[in-house]
């Protein structure tokens, strides 16, 4: 099976930079990805790793290390329309390739 | 980019009744397309992946009697909730994978009254 873990709340202020962690346990790793979602809204895609190391898009950075089972979200030059859930998802390459989501993150970005 | 439609975005059902609810690739093929169940302030949980073509593989703890999935085409799978209940009342949304990434449909949220 599989275990993923992220805090449920985080508050950061405009401007800033915030980091959200994701911890996970799967059998046959494929790949871990990185939504967005807004309340009542479908979950956008942000960002994608298979391979060790930080992935940069913009404001929005993702990190990876298969050995430690970690991951991060790193969002840089906080707005507020950054506030949202933040969710972590791990791909298993058994089966069909599900994704399977972590609890996710609401972060909260304050004036 | 890729593109998943979802319908109905919403829907209100009265409690003994049954909703379909489409999930529709529109550019790609699909073969496979996940159905996941959202409460409020929650993560989205996995309900079931839906195999065109033959039957749809269900999470443990999900009814595939109430939970009726159906993938006809390589297009399109249909969730439909079946002998709704106040408690079926959720935000329901579709995924496929199109290469690597898994595309989202709109989300229908369902309300049992």
């Known amino acids: 099976g599989q275990n993923i873990d992220q805090p449920t709340e985080m508050t950061a202020t405009e401007g800033a930079i915030v980091q959200i962690n994701c911890t996970y346990q799967t059998s046959g790793f494929n790949g871990l990805f990185w939504y967005q979602q807004h309340a009542g809204e479908a979950p956008t895609f942000l960002s994608y790793n298979v391979l060790d190391g930080l992935e940069e898009k913009g404001r929005f950075s993702s990190f990876l290390s298969r050995s430690k089972g970690y991951s991060y979200l790193l969002l840089k030059e906080l707005q507020m329309k950054d506030s949202a859930s933040y969710l972590c998802a791990v791909s298993a390459n058994t089966g069909f390739q599900k994704l399977v989501f972590g609890t996710g993150t609401r972060l909260l970005v304050s004036p | 980019g890729a593109v998943v439609s979802q319908h109905p975005s919403w829907v209100i059902c009265k409690s003994g009744t049954s909703v379909k609810i489409e999930c529709r690739s529109l550019?790609?093929?699909?073969?496979?397309m996940f159905w996941y169940r959202q409460f409020p302030k929650q993560s989205l949980m996995l309900m079931a992946t839906s195999n065109e073509g033959s039957k749809a593989t269900y999470e443990q703890g999900v009814e595939k009697d109430k939970f009726l999935i159906n993938h006809a085409s390589l297009t399109l799978s249909t969730l439909t909730v079946t002998s709704a209940h106040p408690e079926d009342s959720s935000f329901y949304i579709c995924s496929a994978r199109d290469g690597r990434l898994g595309v989202f449909g709109q989300g229908t949220r369902l309300t049992v009254v």
């Open positions: 550019d790609f093929q699909a073969t496979t």
